[in-house]
T-cell receptor, first 114, second 112 residues
Framework: AQSVSQHNHHVILSEAASLELGCNYSYGGTVNLFWYVQYPGQHLQLLLKYFSGDPLVKGIKGFEAEFIKSKFSFNLRKPSVQWSDTAEYFC????????????FGTGTRLKVLA | KAGVTQTPRYLIKTRGQQVTLSCSPISGHRSVSWYQQTPGQGLQFLFEYFSETQRNKGNFPGRFSGRQFSNSRSEMNVSTLELGDSALYLCASSQLRGETQYFGPGTRLLVL
């Protein structure tokens, strides 16, 4: 069955700490991968995406993610978090042909302490 | 461009009633998807419409239905509401299927 797993449900970090959020997926075929973010009181919005090419992708606000095909993973990283990164982060996968069914992970709530 | 809009923003209903939620996608976007968001469950996919046809459906009972109009606007309907249907219902649109989705603010439904 198609699925996306986010291993960390709640993460608490101090400002300037490094962040890595795990995302693993089970999805047959070639995939498009996304990280979305939901800041408090705001809409879900795209943080970054991978369709093809360089497996290390950079997004907004200094975030990056690496697609490791052999591990079915797409982990999100940021070298130094800020208080304003407090949000909920969702990993998502969709096929890039055929069904195009979008699957979201359950999300990771990140709290950054000032 | 205007973003994805959803109406109403808040709804309170009682068990057994039915409800219709509306979504207007970004102009030019033909794919509209609906999600149910609840604490701890993340985003549960309901269905996707593209060119007025349902293309994908999630694992929800038949009480949940939807449709898309020729102008790409979409509605979803929930009949015979249950307490467990209380959630934030999100609509997302994309220009093409499988691409970046743009989300609306959601409709918060409370079933009493």
């Amino acid at each position: 069955a198609q699925s996306v797993s986010q291993h960390n449900h709640h993460v608490i970090l101090s400002e300037a700490a490094s962040l890595e959020l795990g995302c693993n997926y089970s999805y047959g075929g070639t995939v498009n991968l996304f990280w979305y973010v939901q800041y408090p009181g705001q809409h879900l919005q795209l943080l970054l995406k991978y369709f093809s090419g360089d497996p290390l992708v950079k997004g907004i606000k200094g975030f990056e993610a690496e697609f490791i095909k052999s591990k079915f993973s797409f982990n999100l990283r940021k070298p130094s978090v800020q208080w304003s990164d407090t949000a909920e982060y969702f990993c998502a996968v969709t096929a890039n042909s055929g069904t195009y069914k979008y699957i979201f992970g359950t999300g990771t709530r990140l709290k950054v302490l000032a | 461009k205007a973003g994805v809009t959803q109406t109403p923003r808040y709804l309170i209903k009682t068990r057994g009633q039915q409800v219709t939620l509306s979504c207007s996608p970004i102009s030019g976007h033909r794919s509209v998807s609906w999600y149910q968001q609840t604490p701890g469950q993340g985003l549960q996919f309901l269905f996707e419409y593209f060119s007025e046809t349902q293309r994908n459906k999630g694992n929800f009972p038949g009480r949940f239905s939807g449709r898309q109009f020729s102008n790409s606007r979409s509605e979803m309907n929930v009949s015979t509401l249950e307490l467990g249907d209380s959630a934030l219902y999100l609509c997302a649109s994309s220009q093409l299927r499988g691409e970046t989705q743009y989300f609306g603010p959601g409709t918060r439904l409370l079933v009493l």
